[in-house]
């Protein structure tokens, strides 16, 4: 019913026409645009939601093996599985099955949820250790550091001066930090 080769490629290249789309992540099969939307109606879901469902099922069968397996088998919280689809759907395929191996056996629930989670992390970022070393050094450098509140002034305070302890409307000089920075 929703085989995008049934899709006429002049039809499909017209504004507003169905068109293939792949769902999953590298290696899962396209999928006709519109099957999401009936999906959503059939499950009372919005096509979000559906698409979402579809690409899960998508890379858990055909990116993920081992947890397609124990899903099957009745074995894996559909929870546990859906977190680790979303979190490999980026890698390739050869990652994702690096990842699919690591934690397929903590997937059937047997670790807290937080615990499984950080699992899962510490993996895809074991399978691709340079993205990891990126995202690590940009949230370094969004946190803030010592002298980084000083160029603004405290509610209630003078320029340059901020709050006491004793008195929230009483100032006092700005810390030395903050007075080198300006």
């Not at 980026?90 to 629930?109: I, N």
């Not at 510490?122 to 250790?129: N, R, S, T």
């Not at 070393?133 to 405290?154: F, H, L, V």
Request: charged share 25%; proline share 8%; hydrophobic share 35%.
């Amino acid at each position: 019913m929703h085989d995008p080769d049934r899709l006429d490629p002049a039809e499909s290249a017209l504004p507003g026409r169905e068109q293939a789309r792949r769902y999953g992540g590298a290696g899962t099969p396209m999928v006709s645009e519109f099957a999401a939307a009936q999906l959503g109606v059939r499950i009372n879901r919005s096509t979000y939601a559906a698409r979402e469902l579809m690409a899960d099922a998508l890379d858990l069968q055909h990116r993920l093996p081992q947890h397609w397996a124990r899903v099957r088998a009745g074995e894996v919280k559909a929870s546990y599985a859906r977190h680790v689809t979303a979190k490999t759907r980026d890698l390739t395929p050869e990652q994702a099955a690096y990842v699919d191996a690591a934690v397929v056996e903590s997937a059937d629930g047997r670790i807290p949820w937080s615990r499984f989670e950080v699992l899962v992390e510490a993996k895809v970022a074991a399978a691709e250790p340079e993205t990891a070393r990126e995202r690590e050094e940009k949230a370094s450098k969004a946190r803030p550091t010592a002298g980084s509140m000083c160029g603004s002034p405290s509610p209630g305070s003078t320029s340059g001066a901020t709050p006491t302890a004793a008195s929230p409307w009483s100032t006092t000089p700005a810390p030395a930090a903050c007075r080198g920075a300006a």
